[in-house]
T-cell receptor, first 112, second 115 residues
Framework: NAGVTQTPKFQVLKTGQSMTLQCAQD?????MSWYRQDPGMGLRLIHY???????DQGEVPNGYNVSRSTTEDFPLRLLSAAPSQTSVYFC???????????FGQGTRLTVV | AQTVTQSQPEMSVQEAETVTLSCTYD???????LFWYKQPPSRQMILVIR??????QNATENRFSVNFQKAAKSFSLKISDSQLGDTAMYFC????????????FGQGTILTVHP
């Protein structure tokens, strides 16, 4: 059982480039979320989804875009990377009766 | 909106001793979950312990236990018989019971266990 799979694990981008962070879960979870982790700030919610075709903004959505066409996948798109988006990104999923969230391995993104 | 505060950026403890990590939160919700997650240097997020707000009994998982004070909105983590493998960042987190699956995290506490 793979759980939540994120790719890539590491990425370096140049300012202005775009990219997509992939997230897939095989637990048939309805809820999926993206967080970014910055020193001294914990993890902050970027976007979340309560089911296929439904997404909403979290605390820090600017500069990011999401879509959820299937239950399994929830990609995060950086439209035009900025140095302020240098961070560690986590994808998480949970069931409709959420008692915990399951996390991917994280992606360390550096924007130069 | 919910807020979670961890006021201890760093803590240290000697191996085999006991340490307590603090967490306070603010919410207008009556039903919710509280969590402690461990993040070792591998970056993996590992669930340590979970507490349902409607349960008065404090949760325990082997060497890990919590002191949940709902009225005071306090949720501390006690680690007994600390081991070198407990060295990690620890996050306190809040989740509404309402069906959204979103977590609100504290700032984290870096725990170092010394031999």
């Amino acid at each position: 059982n793979a759980g939540v799979t994120q790719t890539p694990k590491f990425q370096v981008l140049k300012t202005g480039q775009s990219m997509t962070l992939q997230c897939a879960q095989d637990m048939n979870h309805e809820y999926m979320s993206w967080y970014r982790q910055d020193p001294g700030m914990g993890l902050r919610l970027i976007h979340y989804s309560v089911g296929a075709g439904i997404t909403d903004q979290g605390e820090v959505p600017n500069g990011y875009n999401v879509s959820r066409s299937t239950t399994e996948d929830f990609p995060l798109r950086l439209l035009s990377a900025a140095p302020s988006q240098t961070s560690v990104y986590f994808c998480a999923s949970s069931s409709r009766a959420p008692t915990e969230a399951f996390f991917g391995q994280g992606t360390r993104l550096t924007v130069v | 909106a919910q807020t979670v505060t961890q006021s201890q950026p760093e803590m240290s403890v000697q191996e085999a001793e006991t340490v307590t990590l603090s967490c306070t939160y603010d919410t207008s919700e009556n039903n919710y979950y509280l969590f402690w997650y461990k993040q070792p240097p591998s970056r993996q997020m590992i669930l340590v312990i979970r507490q349902e707000a409607y349960k008065q009994q404090n949760a325990t998982e082997n060497r890990f236990s919590v002191n949940f004070q709902k009225a005071a909105k306090s949720f501390s983590l006690k680690i007994s018989d600390s081991q070198l493998g407990d060295t990690a960042m620890y996050f306190c987190a809040f989740m509404k019971q309402r069906r959204e699956g979103k977590l609100t995290f504290g700032q984290g506490t870096i725990l170092t266990v010394h031999p």
